[in-house]
């Protein structure tokens, strides 16, 4: 069986099921295959959270509180000191969602708008005809049929079906996730046993051990969950040790689930000829948090630009024809979340007390006037002004002469902030065409080789941070 289109989209995921809806807006032909069933997109890790003021950028539908896919719009989170005798109150705008609900409500709007959705259908491998990407061969139901497409997509999540399929020489990295570039996610899904009791609020975070409490869509219930790389054993003992200090009231485990999201700088290029990489499967993701779905809306905004102008033109849509979607990422969040990940490498060393000193302090969040509430850097930069700069340096000097923060891992912190301008400047000159990127390329090279593996050393077990 034969099937041609526009676009090909592989995985309907977040990020597959954007792009595709963008698309087919756009007036395009679009079929986006899914390996599993449709009811069953997403139910890996059931509850997840969106920036609010990012969904509606996006053009997202708006949810609405009671629904199937949305539990709750909070302003706020908290973040709690290793020692559990500080609370700082912070201002985040989140959309607490249950993942297969969602995309099943958008399923229905993808396709009034034209999308051609096929579910339970397995990606099996690239078809080439000189040696470039015309499309894929995939199977359902034990039939095989072969999609061809001016545009191939990969939005296979972490998997990354197709990037790591390629030819080593097609321009578009082929690495695996493993150990070291993934964030391992436990979830446990918890039941007060005495809910009148004190016990942590839904958003309350404890960014030492990388763990949280999230709202869960259950009476008297939260989701218990916790993320370290290297390994789930990792992740399972940072809670037991976490566990071993909180003095929870009772609960009780009602489900768990584990899962894993990528945590390293993604490929140098996301295009190569006829192909486009997003979401997971391009290691699109906030380098603090590990999320990424509002992050690959922004990428698959600027591709779905690009494509349209592409495809308007005749002849096979070839990298060069698609690089600007490089260029206008990579320059704007694209080098933001490389600062950011390069950053991580200074902080992570810190102690319990150091990061209690960081949290109480306000280095850790930008705090405005005294009766502002405290918020994330939500533009993801670390762009400072002199007063700022001036202020944060001597936080830390108070901190070393308080002996809160020590001489060792304040030197690593600045390391990391200084490497964080470097990456960031150079991203910021992404190169306009292909000429020049083998040199870009070999620059950043350098630059990442330069960060350092970060350790935090909790009472248990040391875990590495790469």
């Known amino acids: 069986m034969v099937e041609k289109c526009d676009i090909l989209v592989v995985g309907a995921g977040t990020a597959g099921m954007y792009l595709s809806w963008l698309l087919a807006k756009k007036g395009y032909s679009v079929v986006t295959i899914e390996n599993d069933k449709r009811e069953k997109v997403g139910n890996r890790l059931d509850v997840i959270h969106f920036e609010t003021d990012r969904i509606k950028n996006a053009g997202i539908p708006p949810f609405k509180v009671g629904e199937p896919d949305c539990i709750e719009i909070r302003e706020h989170s908290i973040q709690v000191t290793t020692d559990f005798t500080t609370e700082v109150k912070i201002r985040a705008l989140q959309t607490i969602v249950?993942?297969?609900?969602?995309?099943?409500?958008?399923?229905?709007?993808?396709?009034?708008?034209?999308?051609?959705?096929v579910f339970s259908c397995k990606f099996l491998e690239l078809i080439f005809d000189d040696g470039k990407i015309v499309g894929v061969l995939a199977e359902k139901n034990g039939e095989r049929i072969e999609y061809y497409a001016r545009l191939v997509v990969d939005a296979s999540g972490t998997s990354a079906a197709i990037r790591t399929s390629l030819p080593q020489d097609y321009g578009i990295e082929t690495f695996n996730l493993g150990p070291k570039s993934v964030m391992y996610v436990l979830l446990q899904y918890i039941k007060w046993l005495n809910p009148e009791e004190k016990h942590p609020i839904p958003d309350t975070g404890y960014q030492y051990y990388l763990l949280w409490f999230g709202p869960c869509h259950i009476e008297n219930c939260a989701i218990l969950g916790v993320g370290q790389p290297g390994s789930y054993e990792n992740a399972r003992k940072a809670r037991e040790e976490f566990l071993g200090k909180a003095q929870l009231p009772p609960y009780e485990v009602i489900k768990e689930e584990q899962g894993f999201t990528p945590y390293r700088r993604p490929p140098y290029s996301l295009v190569g000829d006829g192909l486009l990489c997003i979401g997971d499967a391009a290691a699109i993701t906030y380098p603090f948090s590990g999320h990424?779905?509002?992050?690959?809306?922004?990428?698959?905004?600027?591709?779905?630009?690009?494509?349209?102008?592409?495809?308007?033109?005749?002849?096979?849509?070839?990298?060069?024809?698609l690089w600007d979607i490089n260029v206008r990422y990579y320059r704007d969040q694209g080098a933001k979340f490389a600062s950011l990940f390069m950053q991580l490498s200074g902080i992570l060393n810190f102690s319990a007390k150091e990061w209690d000193y960081v949290l109480k302090s306000g280095l850790l969040y930008k705090t405005g006037d005294e009766d502002e509430v405290p918020e994330p850097n939500k533009e993801y930069e670390e762009d400072m002004s002199l007063g700022e700069m001036l202020k944060f340096l001597f936080k830390l000097i108070g901190g070393m002469l308080k002996r809160q923060l020590s001489l060792k891992h304040v030197k690593k912190l600045l390391s990391a902030n200084s490497l964080a301008g470097k990456i960031k400047k150079h991203y910021e000159i992404f190169p306009e065409d292909l000429n020049g990127f083998d040199q870009w390329v070999n620059k950043a090279d350098q630059l990442w080789k330069q960060k350092r593996v970060a350790i935090k050393k909790l009472e248990t077990i040391s875990i590495e941070y790469h």
């Open 98 to 117: 249950r993942l297969t609900p969602f995309l099943n409500r958008m399923y229905k709007v993808l396709e009034a708008d034209g999308v051609k959705l």
């Open 292 to 321: 990424g779905v509002t992050a690959t809306w922004n990428l698959c905004i600027i591709a779905a630009d690009v494509v349209e102008i592409t495809l308007k033109e005749e002849g096979y849509v070839s990298k060069d024809r």
